[in-house]
């Protein structure tokens, strides 16, 4: 379970202009939301977050456990957090906006876990193509079985061979929420070899039906 330190502070201006100040001072406007607690508007150092996102975890941010170490005046306080979501400007790619969710250590969590893979598979040796379908799997755990990525070895896969969801065993505490039958990774066949099988059906179905040929046998006979 990765787990990181990241400090806050409580956010009592919550209007536009507020907004616009803070992210013209290098801070992200973010929420903690709790389940039947007030939902809590902080702010946060875009150098800090910056400096997380480009760090070791940083392709797997909604999967780590955030503490948020949030100062509120003369007070501080510390929640256990996963990432919600995270807001981007579309055009310049800034985040602009976080939602934590706070979370129990000892109650199990639903989050989104990044697929990973690994190896050369034979299918692609052969000229096959790679087919991530699915980047992410869902799954159920306490905080402290969390694991941050799932790694997939692909190696033996040849073509038109797939991995499914019923074959990623992350053990007995981490539970898979996902249809079994859903594939995650599959080799398909070169687009050629597909194009020339599409053409051979045509031409099978096009091809003339001979007819006539029992009814000139029977004049015969």
Do not use: W
């Amino acid at each position: 379970m990765a787990k990181i330190l990241l400090t806050a502070e409580v956010r009592a201006d919550l209007s536009l202009q507020h907004l616009k100040k803070i992210r013209r001072e290098g801070k992200i406007p973010a929420v903690v939301y709790a389940a039947g607690k007030q939902n809590m508007p902080i702010q946060i150092s875009v150098h800090d977050f910056s400096k997380l996102a480009h760090g070791e975890h940083g392709s797997s941010l909604e999967s780590i456990i955030i503490d948020l170490n949030i100062n509120k005046g003369d007070k501080l306080t510390t929640k256990s957090t996963i990432i919600k979501e995270i807001q981007h400007d579309f055009l310049k790619g800034d985040v602009l906006h976080i939602d934590f969710n706070e979370i129990s250590l000892t109650k199990k969590i639903h989050t989104h876990i990044p697929v990973l893979t690994v190896g050369d598979s034979i299918g692609e040796n052969h000229g096959g193509i790679l087919e991530h379908t699915m980047r992410e799997l869902e799954i159920s755990c306490l905080p402290k079985d969390l694991p941050q990525e799932i790694v997939v070895n692909i190696e033996h896969l040849d073509v038109n061979q797939s991995i499914h969801v019923r074959d990623i065993d992350l053990g007995a505490k981490v539970e898979i929420l996902n249809d079994p039958n859903q594939p995650v990774i599959t080799i398909v066949a070169p687009r050629k070899e597909v194009e020339e099988e599409v053409e051979e059906i045509v031409e099978e179905a096009e091809e003339p039906e001979v007819i006539g040929e029992k009814a000139e046998t029977s004049e015969e006979e």
